[in-house]
């Protein structure tokens, strides 16, 4: 049977690398950093690293490795189980408190992944009674999640209010009998901030609830890295965050959902994600402890990658490129082409940089782009070094200068 069915997956294969969308995996042969070493799937040697959501540079920092080796002598490898049978340790239940106040909700629950968290939500709250108001441009663990749910769907252009009025109306209008928006806090193809003060206003006046999936703002958005909700002063009125720490809280894995006690308390007994997949490896638990450690007692990392970004987005608009407008970490270097993005990518890896083209399906046909991932842990020599490497790229694909060596 399968001889048939190798055959098509072949040619399939075969036409996404005609198209220049297939996308390779490069490895590398050390702790994730500022910079790694790439030792399959490009140049080998050492190489700056601008595609990671590393944002605070903490992956390797000193202090974490340190949590998680004292971590690793007193609490184990792992529980071996899922939560409700043999599965919580004292220390998973701290950072449930920690998150919760760190992120002022009344209650958080740990998952294996932010893709769990989300595929555990809809389906636990919503019923076929129900509607969920999704913006267009949410993750994709967002959309499988609303797919496991029995909900009437609702989709909005992506922060258009008006549109996101319309069907808020609509499902009102449809009798829905609760209403959950749902957004990200920023939207990891653009860098774009949701606008959570004016959904948050939409809600009240609809009688819905808000949902903000901030995996890539928690950290180091707002006054005091608390995310999009900080940043708009909505904290007390956002239902329901989830989030990952394996971006800016230490870049292992884990997510979380961390909300009103009652939906946290509804999740621990029927989310299915929650109660079939093992629990958070505890040494996760205790890195991601002093990560908030980190974050709680200083604010030089927000600080450092602030003026890491600011100073790449202008440079890059001053030597011509089309970078997205905006101030998140995340500056995407419009290309189009999916091939160009491609090739870009590999001249870039040629000159020491490493970037990743993102094409469709990632992101729209025709908006193929180099995602560019600015970090705490970049000196400005190593975003000046990114600046000059795009500028000598470009020339070498107009045919205006020589290659790299």
């Known amino acids: 049977m399968f001889d048939s069915v190798r055959d098509d997956l072949r040619a399939t294969l075969d036409e996404i690398r005609a198209a220049g969308l297939h996308k390779p995996e490069r490895v590398i042969g050390s702790p994730q950093s500022a910079t790694v070493a790439v030792t399959a799937g490009g140049r080998p040697g050492e190489v700056l690293n601008f595609c990671a959501n590393n944002y605070l540079g903490l992956a390797d920092h000193p202090e974490v490795i340190a949590a998680a080796h004292e971590a690793l002598d007193r609490w184990g490898y792992g529980m071996a189980s899922v939560r409700f049978i043999c599965g919580t340790q004292e220390v998973h239940k701290e950072l449930e408190a920690r998150l919760s106040a760190f992120l002022g909700q009344e209650d958080t629950i740990l998952y294996s992944s932010c893709f769990d968290a989300n595929g555990g939500v809809f389906e636990t709250l919503l019923g076929p009674e129900d509607a969920v108001i999704s913006d267009a441009l949410n993750h994709a663990s967002i959309i499988d999640g609303i797919r496991l749910s029995k909900a009437r769907r609702f989709r909005y252009a992506n922060r258009d209010l008006a549109d996101l009025e319309r069907q808020l109306k609509e499902a ?26 004016e959904i948050c206003d939409l809600a009240d006046r609809h009688d819905a609830m808000v949902m903000v999936d901030d995996s890539h703002a928690v950290g180091f958005t707002g006054p005091g890295g608390r995310g999009t909700p900080e940043l708009h002063g909505v904290m007390d009125r956002v239902d329901i965050i989830t989030g990952t720490l394996g971006k800016a809280l230490g870049g292992a894995s884990g997510g979380y959902v961390a909300a009103r006690a009652e939906i946290v308390a509804l999740l621990r007994q029927r989310s299915r994600p929650y109660l079939f997949s093992n ?127």
């Open 172 to 197: 009102t209008e449809g009798g829905a009998r609760r209403k959950l928006i749902v957004t990200d806090g920023v939207f990891s193809m653009d860098g774009y901030v949701a606008p959570l003060r």
């Open 279 to 405: 629990t958070l490896a505890p040494v996760i638990a205790a890195a991601s402890l002093k990560v908030l450690d980190l974050l709680e007692s200083a604010d030089d990392l927000r600080v450092r990658l602030a003026e890491n970004t600011a100073l790449f987005r202008r440079r890059m608009t001053e030597e011509g490129f089309d970078v997205l407008p905006g101030d998140h970490p995340i500056a995407p270097v419009m290309i189009g082409d999916a091939a160009q993005a491609g090739r870009l990518a590999e001249l870039l890896l040629e000159r020491g940089v490493y970037v990743i083209g993102f094409s469709y399906p990632v992101v729209p046909q025709g908006q193929a782009r180099i995602r560019v991932q600015l970090s705490a842990a970049h000196s400005t020599d190593d975003v000046d070094r990114a600046v000059n490497a795009f500028i000598s790229a470009r020339d070498e694909m107009n045919g205006t200068a020589t290659p790299a060596a």
